[in-house]
């Protein structure tokens, strides 16, 4: 057993909220792929700003991987972390990599395809929350690891 700390929880709980947020957006992309509402809240920027094909196909490919691969490893390695089992921390590790792994994708589909605005909201709470988020949660569950 792991020592439960309150940083544990910290990054057990930030790992649960983010990513039942992340994984409930997507289900609803499952669900409805075409719709005005995940096109607007989901996906973002507009399939007539590039080949509606692509622009599927791209979202797709996330709205599938988040909540049936992702989503779970995200939520038994936080739950796992909070029962101070080893395991946790370690699901935990390998499901940080996706936090920051998927943005750099969605940071040049971004950018090449002038789908965001370049305003603070996009940079901190659309972007910038994800990526450091998996990096602080990464090298913690490492050092914790290293223990």
Same mark, same amino acid.
């Given at each position: 057993?792991?020592?439960?700390?309150?940083?544990?929880?910290?990054?057990?709980? *930030?790992?649960? *909220?983010?990513?039942?947020?992340? &994984?409930?957006?997507?289900?609803?992309?499952?669900?409805?792929?075409?719709?005005?509402?995940?096109?607007?809240?989901?996906?973002? *920027?507009?399939?007539? *700003? $590039?080949?509606? $094909?692509?622009?599927?196909?791209?979202?797709?490919?996330?709205?599938?991987?988040?909540?049936?691969?992702?989503?779970?490893?995200?939520?038994?390695?936080?739950?796992?972390?909070?029962? &101070?089992?080893?395991?946790?921390?370690?699901?935990?590790?390998?499901?940080?990599?996706?936090?920051?792994? $998927?943005?750099?994708?969605?940071?040049?589909?971004?950018?090449?395809?002038?789908?965001?605005?370049?305003?603070?909201?996009?940079?901190?709470?659309?972007?910038?929350?994800?990526?450091?988020? &998996?990096?602080?949660? &990464?090298?913690?569950?490492?050092?914790?690891?290293?223990?």
């Amino acid at each position: 057993m792991m020592e439960v700390t309150l940083l544990t929880w910290l990054v057990a709980l *930030g790992g649960l *909220g983010l990513i039942l947020l992340l &994984g409930g957006l997507q289900f609803v992309a499952l669900v409805r792929p075409r719709s005005e509402w995940t096109i607007e809240n989901v996906y973002g *920027g507009s399939p007539e *700003g $590039t080949d509606p $094909t692509a622009y599927f196909a791209f979202n797709q490919g996330y709205a599938w991987a988040d909540p049936i691969f992702w989503a779970p490893l995200q939520i038994a390695g936080s739950i796992g972390m909070l029962l &101070g089992e080893r395991w946790g921390f370690l699901l935990a590790l390998i499901a940080s990599v996706p936090f920051w792994y $998927t943005s750099i994708p969605i940071l040049i589909w971004d950018r090449d395809m002038g789908f965001r605005e370049n305003t603070f909201n996009y940079w901190v709470v659309i972007w910038g929350m994800w990526p450091a988020f &998996g990096v602080v949660a &990464g090298a913690y569950c490492f050092v914790r690891l290293l223990g």
